[in-house]
């Protein structure tokens, strides 16, 4: 959830810190500060945004050329700057910064505190480098050692870097449940806990694993297992360019990665939906379709807008391939002892970042239960793409708000893809259905388009319904799973309270909240549900309620029943939630915005959850 940057070579470390630091920010942060070497130990940090760091550095300027930076989400101790990253050792020695939360820590305090040690913050971080300052003076051990022992006794989630007075040459890497990877370049390395800091200077990274830790010179590094046995491991190519986690000339990322969607689902299609040939190609699969073809049942894990996907995907899928799905919060999922059968069960889980802890736990239970884990995510590289037995990427390029939009299209667009795979290999999907669909899904990039085309109209909206306190969406089927995502994008962001009901279930409590002051959102395509779902309209209106309709193009008939009517491209009912959540996205964007909130940035949210 927290950011961290890390720098050692020729280049003052400061500027590049603090810029690292900003393309950190949209994972959710609360404080900042940096750690640099200059023959002295100088430490920086500061409550607030980035800017608030910068402006310390501005009147107290630090030289040097190794250091190290750190956005905080608050885990043990309120924001302050006391509790701001980096934290030292008593002795001033060294320092650390740490994403995850050390789960003893409280014990390692109370046998520090009986040895004399004192603590400025509430953190577990600090206590952590208070530890690493005991272990090393007990046992008379040089640093990477000591940080070495010190972990081994440690229990919880870390991604840690550390530097030293002592040995300024070396930047110490650790890693188990929260990621970090290195950054190799010409004389001189970097660290990140994503790539997004660094890509303007080198393409070259070396993803760490759990367990791993790494020490960092400039002109090279060497990567162990805390046990101390050496690891050889591979410098990946990145396939993405700095322009690419730019604004682009939008005042956002997130309208920009709204706006991307026709090309970034065309991507998650790109060579593997085939309509000229009315086959769907996915070679990540290759190997295991086979067994993804006669399992019995799939087990979908997910969190926040991913399980949202994951219900479209347990529709497509049910309907498609007649195959047998549960979706289930990973949250929940890694906690509740769940029945899975390595003979008949498939968990395929779906995560953005590829981090998210939950999810990631989620594939280590599958995989213990000897049951076959395939991944749906979008950061190539990342953990769940290294550690599932199979997968397919998606392709949406770099999802920098934290509001996700593009990467829940390309999910859907990706599970669509699935769902008619297996349909067409199970033989409930015929060669000319088949046929059919690739045809339909290969016109949705070109539809996503025709909808963002209509933003006027949503903006009008907003300026409307800005000021509601409520929201509720409402849909059916396979847009169902839109209104939660709708409800939820519109929480996220504005920080109005809304809920995501199926549309038939308003009459059994949600229509207590009805009136005049509710907004309330219909996904009304005509698909096989809609006279009911215009019956659900017309229950709504009769209250004196304020519905906002989204239907398919060329349906005229709910002008009367609605303030606002939003027209999305006629397609397959599989293929809707591709296109009517896009006025979702929107109708979100714009109320936060002209709510004055900080749509890229929301108030206690990170993008990639990485802690439990």
Request: aromatic share 6%; proline share 4%; net charge negative.
């Amino acid at each position: 959830m927290c950011g961290i940057v890390g720098y050692i070579g020729p280049r003052q470390a400061s500027d590049l810190l603090v810029s690292g630091l900003r393309r950190l920010e949209y994972r959710g942060y609360d404080s900042a500060g940096v750690a640099i070497l200059n023959g002295s130990l100088q430490v920086r940090k500061k409550e607030g945004k980035v800017d608030e760091l910068a402006k310390l550095l501005d009147g107290r300027p630090v030289e040097g050329t190794v250091g190290m930076g750190h956005t905080r989400w608050a885990t043990h101790g309120a924001p302050c700057d006391l509790n701001s990253h980096p934290h030292t050792s008593g002795d001033g020695r060294f320092a650390i910064v740490h994403n995850g939360i050390i789960e003893n820590y409280a014990a390692i305090k109370k046998q520090l505190v009986g040895q004399g040690y004192t603590f400025e913050s509430d953190t577990d971080t600090e206590v952590l480098a208070k530890f690493i300052e005991q272990v090393q003076k007990e046992a008379d051990l040089d640093f990477p050692e000591a940080v070495r022992q010190a972990l081994t006794r440690v229990e919880g989630a870390y991604g840690i870097v550390a530097l030293s007075l002592d040995e300024p040459d070396m930047l110490v890497v650790a890693r188990n449940g929260s990621p970090l990877l290195l950054g190799v370049g010409e004389g001189e390395h970097f660290i990140g806990s994503d790539a997004s800091p660094f890509i303007e200077f080198t393409k070259q990274v070396v993803y760490l694993s759990d367990g791993e830790m790494a020490i960092v010179r400039a002109d090279g590094h060497e990567v162990f297992e805390i046990d101390g046995a050496p690891v050889s491991k591979e410098v990946h190519q990145l396939d993405w360019d700095l322009e690419e986690i730019a604004k682009g000339g939008y005042e956002h990322f997130m309208l920009k990665e709204i706006m991307e969607q026709p090309e970034s689902v065309a991507n998650a299609m790109r060579g593997r939906v085939r309509p000229g040939e009315g086959r769907i190609k996915l070679g990540g699969l290759d190997d295991v379709l086979p067994q993804l073809t006669a399992a019995e049942r799939i087990v979908i894990c997910a969190c926040g807008t991913s399980w949202h996907a994951g219900l479209v995907g347990e529709y497509l899928i049910e309907r498609l391939a007649r195959l047998n799905v549960e979706v289930e919060y990973a949250s929940e999922f890694r906690y509740r002892n769940p029945v899975l059968d390595p003979d008949r069960d498939v968990v395929i889980v779906i995560s953005q970042s590829g981090e998210t802890a939950d999810t990631l736990a989620a594939v280590r239970q599958a995989q213990a239960a000897g049951v076959l884990a395939i991944g749906l995510v979008n950061a190539v590289g990342s953990t769940i793409a290294r550690e599932t037995d199979a997968g397919v990427y998606l392709h949406a390029g770099p999802e920098i708000g934290v509001a996700s939009t593009k990467a829940f299209t390309a999910q859907v667009a990706v599970l669509a893809q699935i769902a008619l795979l297996l349909g067409h290999e199970r033989g409930t999907l015929t060669d000319e259905a088949l046929q059919e669909h690739t045809e339909a899904l290969a016109k949705i990039p070109g539809q996503i388009q025709t909808v963002l085309d209509d933003d006027d109209l949503i903006q009008r909206m907003a300026r409307d319904y800005r000021y509601a306190s409520n929201f509720l969406y409402l849909g059916r089927g396979v847009n169902f799973p839109v209104a939660l995502e709708g409800a939820l994008k519109l929480k996220e962001i504005s920080y109005i309270h809304a809920e995501g009901y199926p549309a038939a279930e308003m009459k059994h409590g949600p229509i207590a909240l009805i009136d005049q002051f509710m907004p309330v959102v219909f996904i009304a395509t005509r698909e096989a549900t809609y006279d009911k779902v215009v019956s659900n309209i017309e229950e709504v209106a009769a209250r004196g309620g304020t519905v906002i309709a989204i239907t398919d193009a060329g349906n005229d008939g709910l002008g009367d029943l609605a303030e606002y009517v939003v027209q999305v491209p006629k397609t397959l009912d599989a293929f809707e939630p591709l296109l009517t959540v896009v006025p979702l996205q929107l109708l979100s964007y714009h109320i936060a915005v002209m709510r004055g909130c900080n749509v890229d940035q929301p108030r206690n949210l990170a993008k990639s959850v990485t802690v439990e």
